[in-house]
């Protein structure tokens, strides 16, 4: 289906360019790269060795940071699935594209109607994969979380789709690998892949699991073991098609997992920095390639606009994300001051929906939680988030000034009519969401 034409005559006419001094490179216009994201769900980025973690739970993902941009401080624009994968394939934030409800409210299910509404990325608006596309790529996606499909619209400007339902690393690099012949192809490609391992329920995976006395201990080992599974399928698949060899690979996650940090398991629920803190990697082709730990504060929002950068393509203006070429190359300008969002929001059964939101400025982050509540911490002194000082003598300011900047930011921001498309759930869907956690 033809998309409309609002964000069209906003890209404008595309065309390859270098990006000259940013990274120390230029590209020839007739061999553009290949590129490839990849996002881990689950993946909170203190659970990797690369940004901390006393567990070698990664020595891939290691290696390829140790060529490649690391961003230290990357946010999600939320907490679960849905909404923050489609603000990585659109550069907007949830309450501008709209997708906040998807299979997440079968958490609300009845059990006795199995028919539910989720939200899809409307038709007007481009998305990374469409953009690409339109480049001359052609694109290729693999998903293993059952919430990135074609009835919320993420298949949009994919060649080829393949869906499916927690099956494993292992399965979506069988399906990688059936379509190897076509990579080699004389156009370059992009491919999206979604790992879905470290989701719960977490497979405690040999070697790598060790089993531990306390339960939430044990928890935290089976997921660990499940990045290491992980880790070592990202291996497999590099080496066999050769990425160290003119690839773009852009590595994150649509956001992390509590473990009682704040009294709560899971995600979905909040947005505090277990949930929304989440990796960040760009590894460049070889001759643009170096080390760098960028420690501004940055949004999954930016990877849209940063390739669009990368390829020489003009900007959409109702990106609310940045490129982030000129971090990477040490041209930090206004990022400094930059307000990061997040936002949660869920429906609930015969009530008005819960809206949660996160703002991140400097050194400071306030949070309105689901019940109203607000929370106030120091980033720089407390990163872990222990000590709230909302409502503190002297802090009153700081927290009414983040809170006015999203509710300013929110109003002037574009905002698509939210789109829904109906979805039965059978017996079989039903326990695969029981498993996944999203039904009681």
């Known amino acids: 289906m033809k998309r409309k034409n609002i964000q069209k005559a906003a890209i404008g006419i595309f065309f390859i360019a270098a990006m000259g001094s940013l990274i120390g490179c230029s590209h020839k216009k007739e061999n553009p790269p290949n590129i490839v994201v990849v996002v881990i769900d689950t993946l909170r980025a203190d659970h990797l060795p690369v940004y901390g973690h006393s567990k070698n739970t990664a020595p891939f993902i290691s290696h390829l940071a140790s060529q490649a941009a690391v961003f230290e401080r990357a946010y999600s624009a939320s907490s679960w699935t849905a ?21 997440l409210a079968a958490r609300r299910l009845q059990q006795k109607n199995h028919k539910i509404l ?23 996606g693999v998903s293993d979380n059952i919430n990135i499909q074609r009835l919320q619209g993420f298949t949009a400007g994919f060649e080829k789709f393949r869906l499916f339902h927690d099956a494993s690393a ?19 490609y992009y491919l999206y ?39 070592e399928k ?25 473990f009682g940090e704040h ?3 899971g995600h979905g629920r909040t947005l505090y920095r277990e949930v929304i803190h989440v990796p960040l990697l760009i590894y460049f082709p070889p001759g643009e390639r170096a080390h760098r730990r960028v420690a501004a504060q940055v949004s999954t929002l930016d990877i849209l606009p940063t390739i669009q950068d990368y390829l020489g393509l003009k900007r959409a203006r109702i990106w609310a994300g940045n490129s982030l070429l000129s971090l990477i190359g040490n041209d930090p300008g206004q990022e400094s001051r930059r307000v990061i969002y997040s936002h949660l929001q869920l429906k609930m059964a015969g009530q008005p929906d819960q809206i949660a939101i996160s703002a991140i400025s400097e050194s400071w982050k306030f949070i309105r939680n689901l019940n109203g509540s607000n929370e106030l911490f120091n980033l720089e002194k407390d990163f872990l988030e222990k000590q709230s000082w ?10 009414a000034g983040l809170e006015m900047q999203f509710i300013s930011f929110e109003k002037k921001s574009p905002k698509f009519e939210k789109q829904t498309a109906p979805y039965t759930l059978d017996q079989k869907m039903l326990e695969e969401l029981k498993a996944l956690g999203y039904i009681k």
């Open 193 to 231: 892949i979604h790992y879905n391992d470290p989701h719960a329920k977490y497979t405690p995976r040999s070697p790598w699991y060790r089993k531990m006395d306390d339960p939430l201990e044990d928890m935290k080992s089976a997921y660990d073991s499940e990045i290491r599974y992980t880790d």
């Open 118 to 140: 989720v939200n899809r990325i409307p038709e007007e608006i481009q998305t990374l994969t469409e953009l690409v596309h339109q480049r001359g790529y052609r694109t290729f």
């Open 263 to 265: 009294g709560g398991q």
């Open 83 to 103: 909404p923050a994968t489609a603000s990585i394939f659109t550069s907007l934030y949830p309450f501008q594209h709209g997708v906040v409800t998807g299979l």
């Open 170 to 188: 292992q399965a979506l690099n069988g399906q990688i690998k059936k379509w190897a012949g076509e990579f080699r192809n004389s156009r370059p």
């Open 390 to 399: 909302f409502g503190q003598p002297g802090y009153g300011k700081i927290a």
């Open 234 to 258: 990202l291996r497999e698949i590099f080496e066999l098609l050769g990425w160290d060899n003119n690839t773009l690979l852009i590595l994150t996650a649509d956001h992390g997992e509590e």
